[in-house]
T-cell receptor, first 110, second 115 residues
Framework: KNQVEQSPQSLIILEGKNCTLQ??????????LRWYKQDTGRGPVSLTI?????NTKSNGRYTATLDADTKQSSLHITASQLSDSASYIC?????????FGPGTRLSVLP | DTGVSQNPRHKITKRGQNVTFRCDPI?????LYWYRQTLGQGPEFLTY????????KSRLLSDRFSAERPKGSFSTLEIQRTEQGDSAMYLC?????????????FGPGTRLTVT
């Protein structure tokens, strides 16, 4: 069964600290992996996208890694800001099909 | 604003009533997706259009759900005889034909509450 799992389910950190979110998937065949940021009550917004051959991709303070052999990805957030408080969703697609993870709820406190 | 728009943003309805949501995709985006998202979960795929053709429907899309995209532009999602379990955020996303990775751009969603 094609599945995407994320951990932790929720995370609380202090402003300025770094954090890492995890994504494990069993989707096959794999096309690419995306990380989305979803603010409360809003639609998801794409942060990064990685294909099979890419190991890392950065977008400002966000850095995503991909290990296609172990089917794991991580999203590292550096120097967190209050505005980083959101849900972060890992999405794996194969062809035109998308499998969404449940998300990690991040809260950044002052 | 040239992003994906959805209307209404919020809808409260009584059980048994019918509701219809509208999605206006980004201009020239030929692919359009509907998702349902419950609290604390990721979006679940409902259905997908390429132009006006509905190419895929999830098993989640029961007989009470119907979606249309009559002219290949905006789309509507109708839920008949709503149930409390239909309470969720309904998200629409569109994707351009020139994106080899099927990049999706999401709308703000319609929050449905069935009382």
């Amino acid at each position: 069964k094609n599945q995407v799992e994320q951990s932790p389910q929720s995370l609380i950190i202090l402003e300025g600290k770094n954090c890492t979110l995890q994504c494990n998937y069993t989707v096959s065949p794999f096309s690419n992996l995306r990380w989305y940021k979803q603010d409360t009550g809003r639609g998801p917004v794409s942060l990064t996208i990685m294909t099979f051959s890419e190991n890392t991709k950065s977008n400002g303070r966000y850095t995503a890694t991909l290990d296609a052999d172990t089917k794991q990805s991580s999203l590292h957030i550096t120097a967190s800001q209050l505005s980083d408080s959101a849900s972060y969703i890992c999405v794996v697609n194969y062809g035109q099909n998308f499998v969404f993870g449940p998300g990690t709820r991040l809260s950044v406190l002052p | 604003d040239t992003g994906v728009s959805q209307n209404p943003r919020h809808k409260i309805t009584k059980r048994g009533q019918n509701v219809t949501f509208r999605c206006d995709p980004i201009s020239e985006h030929n692919r359009l997706y509907w998702y349902r998202q419950t609290l604390g979960q990721g979006p679940e795929f409902l259905t997908y259009f390429q132009n006006e053709a509905q190419l895929e429907k999830s098993r989640l899309l029961s007989d009470r759900f119907s979606a249309e995209r009559p002219k290949g532009s905006f789309s509507t999602l109708e839920i008949q005889r709503t149930e409390q379990g239909d309470s969720a955020m309904y998200l629409c996303a569109s994707s351009p034909p020139w994106s080899p990775t099927y990049e999706q751009y999401f709308g703000p969603g319609t929050r449905l509450t069935v009382t």
